[in-house]
Nanobody, 118 residues
Framework: QVQVVESGGGLVQPGGSLRLSCAAS????????MGWYRQAPGKQRELVAA???????NYADSVKGRFTIARDNVKKTVYLQMNSLKPEDSADYYC????????????WGQGTQVTVSS
């Protein structure tokens, strides 16, 4: 059974940093597109960052220059380094693993909460 488990969330002051981790027990992890999404109360879930099997990364405009996504295919883990955090970054952050074909299998983690507040 596939498991996707996030960790690393917490409370941080504005301007601070956090690193989220997502471990996925997926066979052939390296070919999956891995993404981080977030959902704030009363808002829709949105893509924060994603990285393809080739290492190509893309980011939401709101986090460009502040967040970095990286993957370690040996450890089957994807990371989200978040710097210069703002209160508006507060949300539940979810990891997603998606097989890169139309209608490909998609797996979600349970989420980890990030709160940016003084």
């Amino acid at each position: 059974q596939v498991q996707v488990v996030e960790s690393g969330g917490g409370l941080v002051q504005p301007g601070g940093s956090l690193r989220l981790s997502c471990a996925a027990s997926i066979t052939r992890f390296s070919i999956y597109t891995m993404g981080w999404y977030r959902q704030a109360p009363g808002k829709q879930r949105e893509l924060v960052a994603a990285v393809t099997s080739s290492g190509t990364a893309n980011y939401a405009d709101s986090v460009k220059g502040r967040f970095t996504i990286a993957r370690d295919n040996v450890k089957k883990t994807v990371y989200l380094q978040m710097n210069s955090l703002k209160p508006e970054d507060s949300a539940d952050y979810y990891c997603n693993a998606r097989y890169p074909t139309i209608g490909g299998q998609s797996y979600w983690g349970q989420g980890t909460q990030v709160t940016v507040s003084s």
